[in-house]
């Protein structure tokens, strides 16, 4: 995972709250799937820096961010669903 | 736990601890001490019922009144658009914001990309954080509906209602959610989780905004509140100045400091105070008692507004701070009509003694008007009130809650030693009564009733003292009369039971007077007459006198006449028996 990465997420979590764990396990697998080597994840907990969940105007959990490429995208919920991680691929 | 055993020791007038204050006048007395500390509270209402206003407000409140920091989370408004919005209440937000209060935004926007479940996890983050950085004992969940929608799943949303009510729970905030319900039938079948909402929360508040007849009014209700007493009753509020004001509860009104009660009337027993017009002065004993309310009562034009005047312009000769509210007349009208019977206010006015305050074209509920009224009264400091008309309260629909504001406007001049005037207009349908549409006359402590007296082609002014507590007064009617010198009552002229005014009374004392004159020329001529009957007679008499001695000389002549010819007679016999030379028998 380089940091020139085309792919670039955050993912913001609450604790081990169930759809975030799920959250973490789905994007993987997505990221697996169609990025391979093209991405990068950053995972943070919103009750462990909540001040970095707040500047992002995080306030729904789990929350995906797309940081790069710009402009940033965001899905809320545990990313069950891939169809809305596929528009934010394109 | 012990915080309930301290609890039970405590005499029942000490603040109750497990509540926490609002600050918003009304509702600590319908809640007996506030908001569930420590614990959560609901706060549902339609679109634009003043729940935002009123959670607001008991935050402000709580850092202002208890130095108590709090977290506001905006879930529909921006928190610019609420500071605005509550610019006009004076609550100095830009000075709170430096360390007792933070807004966080949580305006979600509308083309989110959802994929699945998610919940409340970050802003429960973004509050925690917050609240332990400015040590937070309050927080707000502005339109919590708004953003539970989104989880667009009720299993889901009463998930997140659970876990935050458990949430708060832990944390020991005083919190307030405020949600939005429909109207009160489809309340239920729209929003499944509002029940279970209200069943979560400790305390449930309704607020009500509905136009009756377009007139607005507002009012909330305790629905529930574990674990204390509350009034059940629907309490209207209006948003003023500075704010949500909450009608307080009846039985509240009458309990309220009653050492302070004490004391402020105690003193003022027995001032009097002057009505303005010296002959009423008289009337009532030497005038209204300080802190009395006083009622006027009587048909369109019977200068119900001239007393009113009257006892204006005597308060400010006093110097004392008056507030005079027209229903009827526009300021500069009231001044006018009452400069035309020498009472002049317009420099009381211009020294600000004098509040003169046209309610002509303010159209709002009794509620409203109670509460501008006692707002006008505080901020000018006004020891005497006057409403003129108070039976303007009661317009049209404002009658179901006319009789409770009147009553409890009484209330409150009383406990705040206010002198209270109020004017009330009768109509004529109702002019064989002399009742009050208002009732109020019950509990006024003077009651002076004007009438009209049409006799003749006249209609004069009648006053008369129907009652006035503690006072002996005249019962007796007098005329009440209207001059450019000012105002003045004159005796009513009292004859056979009826009273007699304006032209007829000047009529019959005149008539009465040339009767009494007649009478006497009368009397004078008999008595001439009598004179010249006793002088007749006299002289009949002395006439018969005369005769009577006439016939007693002439009887006495008779009877020397005949005894003489008696005597004359025998001596012939004797010369005829010696002529004839008888003999001696």
Redesign the interface.
């Known amino acids: 995972m380089s940091k020139t990465a085309p792919f670039r997420f955050r993912l913001?979590?609450?604790?081990d709250?169930a759809?975030?764990l799920?959250?973490i396990t789905?994007l993987r697998a997505l990221c697996r799937e169609h990025l391979a080597e093209r991405h990068e994840i950053e995972i943070i907990d919103?009750?462990r820096e909540?001040?970095r969940?707040?500047a992002e105007?995080?306030?729904?959990?789990?929350?995906l961010v797309r940081v790069c490429p710009e402009p940033p995208?965001?899905?809320?919920?545990?990313?069950?669903?891939?169809?809305?991680?596929m528009?934010?691929l394109e | 736990m012990n915080r309930k055993r301290l609890l039970n020791h405590k005499a029942p007038v000490t603040p109750d601890l497990s509540k926490t204050r609002t600050g918003i006048e009304g509702f600590d007395e319908i809640t007996k001490g506030g908001l569930p500390r420590g614990r959560t509270t609901l706060l549902e209402g339609c679109a634009g019922s003043g729940k935002t206003v009123m959670a607001l407000q008991s935050l402000v409140n709580g850092a202002r009144l208890n130095n108590e920091a709090g977290i506001f989370v905006a879930f529909e408004e921006t928190s610019e658009r609420i500071k605005t919005n509550a610019k006009k209440f004076g609550w100095d937000l830009e000075v709170l914001e430096k360390r007792k209060l933070f807004f966080l935004n949580a305006q979600t926007t509308p083309d989110l990309a959802q994929s699945g479940s998610f919940d409340l996890g970050g802003i429960l983050a973004a509050v925690e954080t917050k609240a332990k950085e400015i040590n937070a004992k309050r927080v707000v969940f502005d339109a919590l509906d708004v953003v539970l929608a989104l989880l667009g799943d009720p299993a889901a949303e009463r998930r997140e209602v659970y876990r935050l009510h458990e949430w708060l729970g832990a944390r020991g905030l005083t919190a307030i959610i405020t949600s939005k319900v429909g109207n009160r039938q489809s309340l239920l079948d729209n929003q499944p989780n509002l029940g279970f909402m209200q069943f979560m929360v400790d305390c449930t508040v309704t607020l009500n905004h509905e136009l009756v007849r377009g007139v607005s009014q507002r009012s909330l209700h305790v629905v529930k509140y574990r674990g204390s007493s509350f009034s059940e009753n629907e309490s209207p509020f209006v948003i003023g100045e500075g704010g949500l004001e909450v009608a307080g509860a009846r039985e509240v009104a009458g309990g309220r400091e009653p050492g302070w009660q004490r004391t402020s009337r105690s003193s003022k027993l027995t001032e009097r105070l002057s009505s303005g017009v010296k002959r009423l002065d008289t009337m009532l004993g030497g005038g209204y008692y300080r802190g009395a309310a006083i009622l006027i009562t009587g048909f369109p034009g019977t200068a119900k507004s001239t007393l009113a005047g009257a006892f204006a312009e005597a308060a400010c000769k006093r110097g004392e701070r008056t507030l005079f509210i027209s229903f009827d007349s526009d300021a500069d009208e009231v001044i006018r009509n009452l400069t035309s019977v020498n009472i002049r206010l317009e420099r009381f006015v211009k020294k600000e003694k004098l509040r003169l305050i046209s309610a002509r074209t303010v159209s709002g509920s009794a509620e409203i008007h109670l509460m501008q009224i006692k707002q006008l009264a505080k901020t000018h400091d006004a020891r005497c009130v006057i409403i003129d008309p108070v039976s303007a309260l009661a317009k049209a629909g404002n009658e179901e809650t006319a009789y409770s504001v009147a009553e409890r406007l009484l209330d409150w001049s009383k406990s705040s030693g206010i002198t209270l005037l109020c004017t009330s207009l009768l109509q004529e349908a109702s002019s064989s009564t002399e009742g009050t549409p208002l009732q109020i006359s019950t509990l006024a402590d003077t009651w002076i009733h004007l009438n009209y007296l049409v006799h003749a082609g006249e209609r004069n002014r009648g006053l008369s003292i129907i009652k006035s507590r503690g006072t002996s007064h005249s019962n007796q009617v007098r005329e009440l009369m209207l001059s450019d010198k000012g105002v003045t009552l004159a005796d009513a002229y009292t004859a056979g039971g009826e009273v007699l005014m304006g032209t007829l009374r000047w009529e019959k004392e005149r008539a009465e007077q040339s009767a009494r004159d007649e009478e006497l020329a009368t009397a004078k001529k008999i008595l001439a007459a009598l004179d010249n009957e006793e002088a007749e007679i006299e002289v009949r008499i002395k006439s018969a006198q005369r005769e009577l001695l006439a016939k007693r000389s002439q009887r006495k002549e008779l009877n020397l006449l005949t005894s003489k010819r008696i005597h004359a007679f025998a001596n012939r016999r004797t010369q005829l028996s010696e002529l004839r030379g008888t003999d001696k028998s």
């Open positions: 913001y979590v609450a604790g709250a759809n975030s799920q959250a789905n919103v009750f909540p001040k969940a707040m105007g995080v306030l729904l959990t789990p929350m995208l965001k899905i809320i919920g545990d990313l069950s669903e891939s169809r809305p991680f528009q934010i």
